[in-house]
């Protein structure tokens, strides 16, 4: 009888040593810690979206297709509060550098804001590009700003450009947005995307045209943008285009790449072409001109012309020239 009657008391005493446990404090092993802001370093982390492998450069312009080439040439960051125009700590376009495992700032650690602050990370590449100062590499972008509007607020980054001709040693301009980061929910790191507000363009010979031809120069010309602005979306995924121009062209060498403001073709285009044939120990220059409709020219898309040229004809291949970059 005593024995069964102390069995509930015991169940008591555990239950009351447990509340007692809970008021004089939780053990460190049972509840995970709140991160705090006094000591937890803002780290970043960088990929590019929808993108090929390698990266060609010469005469054309250099693209950025993957995490190695965006590591090779590192990005500036600009860090402020959350819909806001007011930059946080000090990080205004700072360079932000690959070092064999992780990014870091070059000016040094940067503290988050305390547990309810929450901050906005802007960013683009190349690192060289200077909105006061372009480099000859970046010097088609006339403009670049960060504007909170809305309602609610919220920020959209734009920039300014006139695509040059031809384009000699350029770098294409890439940009990333992420909102909305605290200590709270980015901890381990905030993960910058990049993405392409441009399209990219390609020449390419095929094979069937054979060995004794030498393309000298190939370009697309007609009527479409080369001047325009575009808009970063609040959630830093989309690239809209505001455009104008009204004849243009693109172009230069087969094998390189080139970048195109994205948009609506009307009408037909052509691609010109000057090549070399050898004939009988002799080279023959042929220029050629053939009209090729296209729809449009998206912002993060490759579109590869795939020329077959005999000594009397071009045609060009678009049927199957889009993928994704």
């Known amino acids: 009888m005593s024995k069964k009657r102390n069995i509930p008391l015991l169940a008591a005493a555990a239950l009351t040593a447990a509340l007692l446990a809970g008021c004089a404090g939780d053990s460190p092993s049972d509840i995970a810690p709140t991160p705090s802001a006094d000591n937890t370093e803002i780290k970043v982390?960088?990929?590019i979206w929808q993108m090929m492998e390698g990266t060609r450069s010469g005469s054309?312009?250099?693209t950025f297709n993957s995490a190695t080439d965006l590591q090779s040439e590192g990005f500036k960051c600009?860090?402020?509060?959350?819909n806001a125009n007011t930059i946080y700590d000090g990080v205004n376009n700072i360079n932000v550098n690959w070092s064999s495992s992780a990014w870091?700032?070059?000016?040094?650690?940067?503290k988050w804001p305390d547990n309810d602050g929450v901050l906005d990370f802007f960013a683009y590449s190349p690192q060289d590009f200077d909105p006061a100062n372009p480099s000859a590499s970046t010097s088609y972008i006339t403009a670049l700003?960060?504007?909170v509007s809305g309602e609610p607020a919220a920020p959209h980054p734009s920039f300014t450009c006139t695509i040059p001709n031809p384009q000699t040693d350029l770098k294409e301009f890439i940009w990333a947005l992420t909102p909305g980061r605290s200590i709270l929910n980015s901890a381990s790191g905030v993960m910058m995307t990049f993405v392409h507000p441009f399209a990219r363009i390609r020449f390419v010979l095929s094979p069937s045209s054979g060995s004794n031809v030498e393309v000298t120069s190939v370009k697309i010309t007609g009527s479409f943008n080369m001047s325009g602005t575009c808009t970063l979306s609040s959630d830093g995924t989309t690239s809209?285009?505001?455009s104008s121009g009204s004849s243009g062209e693109i172009g230069g060498e087969l094998n390189k790449d080139y970048i195109a403001i994205p948009q609506t073709l009307v009408g037909?285009?052509?691609v010109v072409v000057s090549a070399k044939w050898n004939e009988w120990s002799k080279d023959v220059t042929i220029d050629y001109t053939v009209a090729v409709?296209?729809?449009q020219w998206e912002a993060g898309k490759s579109y590869t012309y795939t020329l077959t040229l005999s000594p009397t004809a071009l045609k060009v291949d678009t049927e199957k020239y889009t993928e994704q970059w």
Do not use: K, P, R
Request: glycine share 6%.
């Open 45 to 47: 982390n960088a990929n």
């Open 60 to 62: 054309g312009t250099t």
């Open 78 to 82: 600009t860090l402020f509060n959350e």
């Open 104 to 110: 870091a700032f070059s000016n040094g650690t940067h």
């Open 145 to 147: 700003s960060y504007t």
């Open 240 to 242: 809209t285009w505001s």
């Open 268 to 270: 037909s285009h052509n």
């Open 293 to 295: 409709s296209v729809d």
